[in-house]
C-alpha cells in the first residue's frame, strides 16, 4: 500500500487555486500510484482566514467540494476545508472521500485560541470522536490541536481505528541546536501514540507564509512500533511518498498489546467519578 502526503502551499483565501493544486497533486500521486493521498489541514482554503471564513465555508454537496470529490474513484483523498453545515456553523473540518463519495467527515474537537491562535471565535466545535471503515481497514482523523489531547487519539484506537490521519497548519517556532522546536515536539507525540497503540500514524502538513507565520512542512509517517518510516522537506512542498505494510498493526499489537490490556471499563467509572466530584465543587463554589 501506498501513502501521499500532499505537502502543499495552500493560497491564502483562494479556493479556486487551491483547487486547481489539488488537482494537480491528485495526478502526481496517480502517476505514482498512490492508494490514498492525505491533504493538510484548511488544504483549501488555508489558515489565517479570520473574516474570509465565512466567504470560503462550503457545504458538502456544494459543487466544488463534490468535484473534488469525483477524483476518489481510482484513489483515496483527504482534504481540509471550512464547512458549513445545514444550521449554517462553521466547523474546521477533514474529509474522507473514496469511490466518489464522501465516506466520513471529522469536525476539528479541539480549537486553539490562545497565543497566535483564535479559531473558536470562527469554528464550532466538534462534538463526536469516531473511527470509521475504508476499504484498507479502520481509520481515524484528528486535526492538528486534536493531537495534543490524549483523549483524542485514545477514544480512536479504542473504537477500533488502525490507521490514523492527521491533518495539520502547525507554526515554525523554537530554532535551537537539536532542530526546529516544533518540529521535534511532533515527532514526539506521533511516535508515542503510534507505539501505544499499535497504530499506523500519517501527519500531513503544509508549508508557506501567512500573516508573517511560517509552517515547515517535515510531513511524517510512523509505524504501529514508533519508528520513523519517512519524513518530508522542511519548508519546500512536496509529494511524500511511504510505503506501508498493513501486517505490520497486527505483529505490533501481539508483540505490544498494551491495547488489548487496556481497562475502558475503569476509565469510564473513573472518568464518571471525577466529573461528579468537579460538579459537586462547582455548586458548592
Given at each position: 500500500m501506498r501513502i501521499?502526503?500532499?505537502?502543499?502551499?495552500?493560497?491564502?483565501?483562494?479556493?479556486?487555486?487551491?483547487?486547481?493544486?489539488?488537482?494537480?497533486?491528485?495526478?502526481?500521486?496517480?502517476?505514482?500510484?498512490?492508494?490514498?493521498?492525505?491533504?493538510?489541514?484548511?488544504?483549501?482554503?488555508?489558515?489565517?482566514?479570520?473574516?474570509?471564513?465565512?466567504?470560503?465555508?462550503?457545504?458538502?454537496?456544494?459543487?466544488?467540494?463534490?468535484?473534488?470529490?469525483?477524483?476518489?474513484?481510482?484513489?483515496?483523498?483527504?482534504?481540509?476545508?471550512?464547512?458549513?453545515?445545514?444550521?449554517?456553523?462553521?466547523?474546521?473540518?477533514?474529509?474522507?472521500?473514496?469511490?466518489?463519495?464522501?465516506?466520513?467527515?471529522?469536525?476539528?474537537?479541539?480549537?486553539?485560541?490562545?497565543?497566535?491562535?483564535?479559531?473558536?471565535?470562527?469554528?464550532g466545535r466538534g462534538r463526536n470522536i469516531r473511527s470509521f471503515e475504508t476499504r484498507f481497514g479502520r481509520m481515524g482523523m484528528l486535526i492538528c490541536e486534536d493531537m495534543w489531547h490524549v483523549s483524542v487519539p485514545y477514544l480512536l484506537a479504542q473504537d477500533g481505528a488502525e490507521w490514523l490521519i492527521v491533518l495539520s497548519n502547525s507554526p515554525a517556532r523554537r530554532v535551537g541546536s537539536e532542530g526546529l522546536g516544533s518540529e521535534q515536539v511532533w515527532h514526539r507525540l506521533l511516535s508515542t501514540h503510534a507505539m501505544l497503540h499499535g497504530s499506523y500514524v500519517f501527519f500531513s502538513h503544509r508549508v508557506g507564509v501567512e500573516d508573517g507565520v511560517t509552517f515547515f512542512g517535515g510531513s511524517m509517517a510512523y509505524d504501529p512500533f514508533g519508528r520513523l518510516i519517512k519524513q518530508g522537506a522542511l519548508f519546500e512542498p512536496e509529494l511524500v511518498l511511504v510505503d506501508v505494510k498493513p501486517d505490520q498493526i497486527r505483529r505490533a499489537r501481539f508483540q505490544m498489546p498494551m491495547l488489548r490490556d487496556e481497562d475502558v471499563e475503569l476509565t469510564a467509572r473513573e472518568l464518571n467519578r471525577i466529573i461528579a466530584q468537579r460538579t459537586e465543587e462547582g455548586t458548592r463554589s
Open positions: 501521499g502526503l500532499a505537502q502543499i502551499r495552500p493560497a491564502l483565501g483562494r479556493l479556486d487555486r487551491n483547487l486547481a493544486l489539488h488537482r494537480e497533486m491528485i495526478q502526481q500521486a496517480k502517476e505514482n500510484q498512490v492508494d490514498l493521498l492525505i491533504f493538510p489541514e484548511l488544504s483549501l482554503t488555508g489558515y489565517q482566514l479570520q473574516d474570509l471564513t465565512y466567504e470560503v465555508a462550503r457545504t458538502m454537496d456544494h459543487p466544488e467540494i463534490q468535484e473534488l470529490v469525483s477524483l476518489s474513484e481510482e484513489m483515496d483523498l483527504v482534504f481540509g476545508m471550512v464547512e458549513e453545515s445545514p444550521d449554517h456553523i462553521l466547523y474546521n473540518a477533514g474529509v474522507y472521500a473514496s469511490g466518489g463519495r464522501i465516506v466520513h467527515v471529522h469536525r476539528k474537537v479541539y480549537l486553539p485560541t490562545y497565543g497566535m491562535f483564535d479559531e473558536a471565535r470562527y469554528f
